[in-house]
């Protein structure tokens, strides 16, 4: 059975305590969790819910939902939900070695667990472990190719890393996907501007997107959108704008030497 299948028939289930988290009513779901886990106390989707429930209620109960996760993996060991979630909580608290290690567990039980493995790429960048997260984001991209967020996470680290060939080959991949949407003509308005930017700035064209967000903040100089995506830009993509600039000016100088 599929995790997908498998969460249908939970959340069909627990139809009343899912009604309850899309309505927001936090603390009449916890309730109604506890009182449940009084009478059922062997049920790891309750104590999973559970910690769900404190992961997300934004109070920071990291240590409480991981009593939670940990008690559902005690009951059920095979419970990925569990090892998962646990993993978040873990990431939350900056222990990234220890939910590293949840994310290895929920691989072992589905090898190809497209979030966990993401995920763990994620972690594995984070502390400075790189050629590692680029295999498990390669991974990720062979069991999902049409996702683009693990090929957007290895290309960004491949430049981070000067690898500019290696990114340039992966976005060829992708830039397929995203080339429909790039307005065709001069955009009119700051807004369409933006829009243009950020497409191009996921096909990797990012001195043309800083453009686009400077022709934005041309009609408009207080466009907030422009304003932050191109200072996120410049932060994100220092190294690679810097370099192509540099390679500009050096082609120019050589033709205008030619001349």
């Not at 991209?141 to 060939?165: C, H, V």
């Not at 429909?180 to 369409?192: L, Q, S």
Request: proline share 2%; with cysteine.
């Amino acid at each position: 059975m599929s995790k997908k299948t498998d969460l249908e028939k939970l959340k069909k289930k627990y139809e009343k305590i899912f009604s309850l988290l899309d309505e927001v009513k936090i603390e009449k779901a916890k309730k109604t969790i506890d009182r449940l886990l009084k009478k059922t106390k062997d049920d790891p989707f309750l104590y999973w819910l559970k910690g769900y429930v404190l992961l997300y209620e934004g109070t920071h109960n990291f240590e409480e939902a991981i009593g939670a996760f940990n008690r559902a993996i005690e009951i059920d060991p095979d419970n990925t939900f569990a090892w998962e979630f646990k993993a978040i909580a873990l990431r939350s608290l900056g222990r990234y070695e220890e939910a590293i290690s949840c994310y290895e567990k929920s691989m072992e039980l589905d090898p190809l667990d497209y979030n966990a493995i993401y995920n763990k790429a994620v972690l594995l960048e984070r502390i400075g472990t790189f050629e590692k997260a680029l295999d498990y984001y390669s991974l990720a991209t062979k069991i999902d190719p049409k996702n683009t967020i693990a090929w957007e996470a290895k290309i960004n680290l491949l430049e981070y890393l000067q690898r500019f060939d290696e990114a340039e080959e992966c976005r060829s991949k992708v830039e397929k996907d995203y080339s429909g949407k790039i307005v065709e003509k001069d955009p009119a308005t700051p807004d369409e501007w933006v829009h243009k930017g950020e497409t191009l700035e996921k096909l990797g064209k990012y001195l043309w997107a800083n453009q686009c967000y400077d022709m934005a903040l041309k009609i408009d100089e207080n466009h907030q959108a422009a304003r932050d995506l191109k200072y996120m830009l410049l932060q994100k993509h220092k190294i690679d704008i810097d370099t192509k600039k540099n390679i500009q000016k050096t082609s120019q100088t050589s033709e205008k030497s030619i001349i």
